[in-house]
Structures are given as C-alpha cells and as structure tokens.
Nanobody, 128 residues
Framework: VQLQAYGGGSVQPGGSLRLSCTAS??????VGWFRQASEKEREFVGA????????AYANSVKGRFTISRDNAKNTVYLQMNSLKSEDTAVYYCAASSGTYSDWDFSRRSRQRYEYGYWGQGTQVTVSS
C-alpha cells in the first residue's frame, strides 16, 4: 500500500486546509493521521475506522478537525479549521489492516505501531 498525502501549505491563524490521503484499496483500511512538529515526537491527530463511520481525535484538535472518506476515490480527508500556530507540523497519513472493535478502536488507533503503512508527509505551516 503506497500512501500519498497532499494538500499542505501555509495559512494564517484561523484559516483552513484540507489534507488528502490516497492509495489503492484504501477504503478497506483504517486510516490515521499523525503530525510531527520540529524537534517533537510524532503524535496522533485522528483516525477513521474503515468498516464503520467511527472516528477518533486527539483532544488538541477535537472540534476543529474532521476526518472523512470518499471510498469511491480511495481517499481519506483531514479537514482542518480554526488552525493555530501550534498545528504547524508535517502531517502523515498511515494505514492499518487491523480489525478493531467498537470499544478498542479509539484506544488502539492512537498508537503508531498499529499502522504498517505510512505516507511521505505534507507540511502545514500556520503563521501570520
């Protein structure tokens, strides 16, 4: 599975961006979004479970970021609104072929080791 993430760029605080992650067959994978700011560890942003409408988000982005899917296009989106300077990072999408139950999806989807496939990352810069 070769993931491609794109859509990053520069935006002012309060602005919006939409990132896309695409790969053949992506509709059958759980997809996670992670980000890594300069000199910081890669952190969980959100995830979309493939066989349900379930999503999970980090507290820092809840209410501002939304993950959606277009299965016909094998694409997962990360809509980012009300961006803040602390959202500046390289954003990565990742795919997991794991099976998750309703009760463990939120917990397990936050872990990097759950994902066997990673995209190359796209830079998001939020600055005035």
């Amino acid at each position: 599975v070769q993931l491609q993430a794109y859509g990053g760029g520069s935006v002012q605080p309060g602005g919006s961006l939409r990132l896309s992650c695409t790969a053949s067959g992506l509709s059958t994978f759980t997809v996670g979004w992670f980000r890594q700011a300069s000199e910081k560890e890669r952190e969980f942003v959100g995830a979309s479970r493939w066989n349900s409408g379930s999503t999970a988000y980090a507290n820092s982005v809840k209410g501002r970021f939304t993950i959606s899917r277009d299965n016909a296009k094998n694409t997962v989106y990360l809509q980012m609104n009300s961006l803040k300077s602390e959202d500046t990072a390289v954003y990565y999408c990742a795919a997991s072929s794991g099976t998750y139950s309703d009760w463990d999806f939120s917990r397990r989807s936050r872990q990097r080791y759950e994902y066997g496939y990673w995209g190359q990352g796209t830079q998001v810069t939020v600055s005035s």
